[in-house]
């Protein structure tokens, strides 16, 4: 699973130092000593350089894990060059358990489900411990279809919503048009989803970096270069500079490049794989507000687009899907298909400033679903492979893994999403 040098994306830049908890501060917990393998459950205090949680990757799914563990009291520390980057920097932050549900996902609605739940509520915590708006917004979800084939896939996804018992309502053209009057003359109908919102996931990561912060998380801005494993166990990290990090229990966060650590045994590592997604951000202005009041997609000749308008009148056009290794050139092509289709959907958006172009990596694995919790190498947890659903995830997502940490074991919710999904079957005994 580990990619060639030449696959392999170069190191990022180390940002300036930001406001960040100075290793071994009065503030992170003091406590007695808690040996250095020991087993999930026991919040303590270390020494520096040691915690009881390492978190790998500083993406909102690695931030979101730092916080819970340290929430509940563990002395909880985290390796990345840049957190707060990653993919929620392109990201749309569609919450869109409803409108993404596929065939043969079912599976994953449930944990979909059980996070969107969670959101208004993980939200209003947010804020109040960072006093960061999130820009959550409940706007709802319109799913369109341009011609007579586009309409029968969404009149089958109707059927599948029903079946799975979700909120949709089938709606003409017309009333599609009088719900956002800038969709294009020829939408043939849709599907009205009023669960399904969004959040801004620039917003949501700097707000995690913030309640990390305040909740006494330590930050190396470093890489982890490979994890130490002591006696069969995994105990910490040797960073890019050379910095032995240990802890008595690691997760791995670190998004498309969560297969690429190395140290981590082969059959452990998580098969999770970049899918690039290009992204872009159109500008609203005053005297054209309000341009769409609600998320907006369709699938145009096979590709998804969706126009998402956020309250500050920015609106994000996305996204491409494509399988091309860590690549995230913007290609004009890209540009290109995303602009025609979303013209085709809302012909007014050749008016508007375009004011920024970006490509992202999702982290797909097998069965787009993430694997959550404890792994086959004691001591090493993982929380990756979130795909299309990171920003949806991540409060379900806190909440699953501090319950790992505190317990070796996973919450009903989550059990389907365990990585010995992936592990190879037993080989049969052979007769003597
Ligand atoms: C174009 C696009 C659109 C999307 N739209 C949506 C959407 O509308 N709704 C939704 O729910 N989701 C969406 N997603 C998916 C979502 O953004 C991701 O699933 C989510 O952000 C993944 O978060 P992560 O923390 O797992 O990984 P990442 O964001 O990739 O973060 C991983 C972090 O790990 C760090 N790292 C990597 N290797 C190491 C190492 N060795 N040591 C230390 N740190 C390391 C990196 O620096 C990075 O900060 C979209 C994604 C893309 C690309």
Known sequence: ??????????????????????EGSPEARPAPGFPTGTSPGTPTGRSPGTSDVLVVGGGIIGLVTAWRAAQRGFTTALADPAPGGGAAQVAAGMLAAVTELHHGEQTLLGLNLASAR????????????????????????????LDADDRAQLRELHALQRRSGLASEWLSGRECRRLEPMLAPGVRGGLRVDDDHQIDPRRLAAALVTACER??????????????????????????DGTGLSAGQVVLAAGSLSG??????????????????????????????????????????????????????????????????????????????????AHELVPGITELPL????????????????LLGPSGLPGLLLATGHHRNGVLLTPVTGDVLAHALTTGGLPDVARPFTPARFSAPAPMEQPA
């Open 355 to 370: 004011t920024e172009t970006r490509a992202g990596l999702r982290p797909g694995s097998p069965d787009n679903a993430p």
């Open 1 to 22: 699973m580990s990619p060639t040098p030449a696959e392999v994306p170069p190191a990022q830049p180390v940002p300036p130092e930001g406001p960040v908890q100075p």
């Open 260 to 341: 690429c650590l190395a140290g981590v045994p082969e059959d452990v590592l998580p098969p999770v794989r970049p899918v690039k997604g290009q992204v872009l951000r159109l500008a609203v202005p005053e005297r054209a507000a309000p341009f769409l009041s609600r998320t907006v997609r369709a699938v145009v000749r096979g590709s998804h687009v969706y126009l998402v308008p956020r309250e500050n009148g920015e609106l994000v056009v996305g996204a491409t899907s494509e399988e091309l290794g860590w690549d995230t050139t913007v290609t004009a092509g890209g540009v290109y298909e995303l602009l025609r289709d």
């Open 215 to 240: 909740a006494g998380v330590t930050f190396h801005r470093q890489r982890a270069e490979r994890l130490t494993v002591t006696a069969g166990r995994a105990t910490g990290v040797v960073t890019a």
């Open 118 to 145: 969670r959101y208004p509520d993980f939200v209003a915590e947010l804020t109040g411990a960072t006093g960061q708006d999130l820009g959550y917004r409940r706007c709802g979800t319109l799913a369109v279809a």
